[in-house]
Structures are given as structure tokens and as C-alpha cells.
């Protein structure tokens, strides 16, 4: 058995090893990606753009709508599978290939309804506080880890780079191990714990089915026992200043 495994000839054993291969290579492609453009600055001048493909004009197709950007890297994905979605479309990280208002006056000549397309950016306002700059930081890393995995919130059915994650739980262990040892991240997640439970407590207040009340409640506590195992680990987010986290969040983007 021995032999027969350090040869290599089962062909199981390949199959194992090269989705471990394929899986390395993405993590690496990937965070190169953010790499360079959490460094250069460059996530800032980005936007993630989404657009229906079953609601052209005449005459007017997909073509129409990327002459108008510089798709980012090749991330760019199709989904539409089945009931997962409202209906067939696209999502990519691009700039406007011409002046920034560009986009926002054609792009809707190319549909045939309203609402079949939005652009959002990365940037928030307020960059120079660590609420702004950290919400644009995962905002950028949320949206390229979105569009390359493939099972993940919803299914993608094309991919422009090939360097994808195949499960959401490849990519939920990608995100813990890029955020798990920086302060900034792990606070500004506990905020949002917090946040979290305030809207829950609030909605306990005005719920008087008790099915429901249950399922809010486990909630709370599924959430308390998280916030438990934060502190334990970094203290109270509140004995933290911004100006110390924006501090690490740029350490964060160096050394990434």
C-alpha cells in the first residue's frame, strides 16, 4: 500500500491532490489580486457592476456594456442557475474605460427595462476615517471573494478568471484566515455583533409570535457566545480608538 500510494497510481489519490492543487493556486491568485489593489490604492477607483443578460435593447448585447468598463483582473462571473436568482445575469470588479460619469449616462440605452443594471463602488464617503476605509477594504475583499466562488451564495455558471474557489466553505475558511490575526478586523466584526444583537433585542419588542421570538432569541445567544469568544481573545471593542485601528488596517494592507 505503501508503494502503491508514493507512486501515485490511484487514481482517487490524483484526483484528491489535484482539487488540493487547484484549491492552493486560487487562494494564492486570488490574494495576489488583493495584494495589488488594496497596495497600489487601486480598489478605490473600482466598482462592482451588475447587469440582467435576458433584457437587451435591439441590437444590443454584452459586448455593448464591457466596451464601457476595464473588467479588473478578468473577474467577472454569469449566474442565473435554476431559482437561485430573479433571473440570468452578470457581476464584475471594472473602472470606466472612459470618463467616470460614462457609464451611469449609456448604460441604460442597452436594456430594455429599468433596473436591469447598478454599479456600486468601493469607496464610501469619509475614506479618511477607519469606518470608511475599513468598509471599503471589505467591501473590495467581499466582492472578489463573491464573484470567484463558484457553489457560493448562489451559483456561477461562467467564470473570465479561472482561479475560483469551489464552495462557500473554501471561501469562508479563506476570509478567517486573512482577517484572524488583525485587530481592526476582529473589532469592527464585533461592532457589528453588537449591531446585530441591538436590532434583534428591538424586534423582540414587537413580536409577540412566540415560534419566532424563539428563533430571534437563539439567535442572540448563538451571538453572545461568539462575542464571548472575541473578547476573551481581544477585549471589549469599545476600549479600542479608531486611530489605533486605522493604524493596523494600513499594516494590514502592507503586509497582506
Not at 139 to 147: A, L, R
Request: glycine share 6%; proline share 2%; charged share 30%.
Amino acid at each position: 500500500m505503501k508503494r502503491h500510494l508514493e507512486r501515485g497510481s490511484c487514481a482517487k489519490i490524483k484526483q484528491v491532490q489535484k482539487k488540493k492543487d487547484d484549491q492552493q493556486e486560487a487562494i494564492l491568485r486570488v490574494k495576489q489580486i488583493l495584494q495589488e489593489a488594496l497596495r497600489t490604492g487601486a480598489y478605490a477607483t473600482l466598482k462592482h457592476v451588475y447587469f440582467r443578460t435576458d433584457r437587451w435593447a435591439p441590437e444590443k448585447g454584452e459586448e455593448d456594456v464591457l466596451n464601457l468598463w476595464n473588467v479588473y483582473h478578468q473577474l467577472k462571473c454569469a449566474c442565473g442557475v435554476a431559482k437561485e436568482c430573479s433571473g440570468p445575469h452578470s457581476h464584475f470588479v471594472g473602472s470606466s474605460s472612459g470618463p467616470a460619469y460614462l457609464p451611469t449616462k449609456q448604460m441604460g440605452q442597452y436594456f430594455s427595462e429599468k433596473n436591469c443594471w447598478s454599479s456600486r463602488p468601493m469607496t464610501h464617503r469619509d475614506m479618511e476615517t477607519f469606518r470608511g476605509k475599513s468598509e471599503a477594504v471589505k467591501h473590495f475583499v467581499h466582492t472578489v471573494c463573491y464573484i470567484q466562488t463558484e457553489r457560493g451564495w448562489h451559483t456561477k455558471i461562467g467564470h473570465d478568471n479561472p482561479h475560483t474557489f469551489k464552495h462557500l466553505s473554501e471561501t469562508k475558511k479563506f476570509l478567517a484566515e486573512l482577517y484572524g490575526d488583525w485587530l481592526w478586523a476582529q473589532v469592527d466584526y464585533m461592532r457589528f455583533l453588537h449591531k446585530c444583537q441591538a436590532k434583534r433585542q428591538e424586534m423582540l419588542e414587537h413580536i409577540s409570535d412566540m415560534t419566532k421570538r424563539k428563533n430571534i432569541q437563539d439567535q442572540i445567544d448563538l451571538t453572545d457566545e461568539k462575542l464571548l469568544e472575541l473578547e476573551g481573545k481581544w477585549g471589549e471593542e469599545h476600549h479600542y480608538k479608531d486611530e489605533e485601528l486605522m493604524e493596523d488596517l494600513n499594516a494590514f494592507i502592507n503586509e497582506l
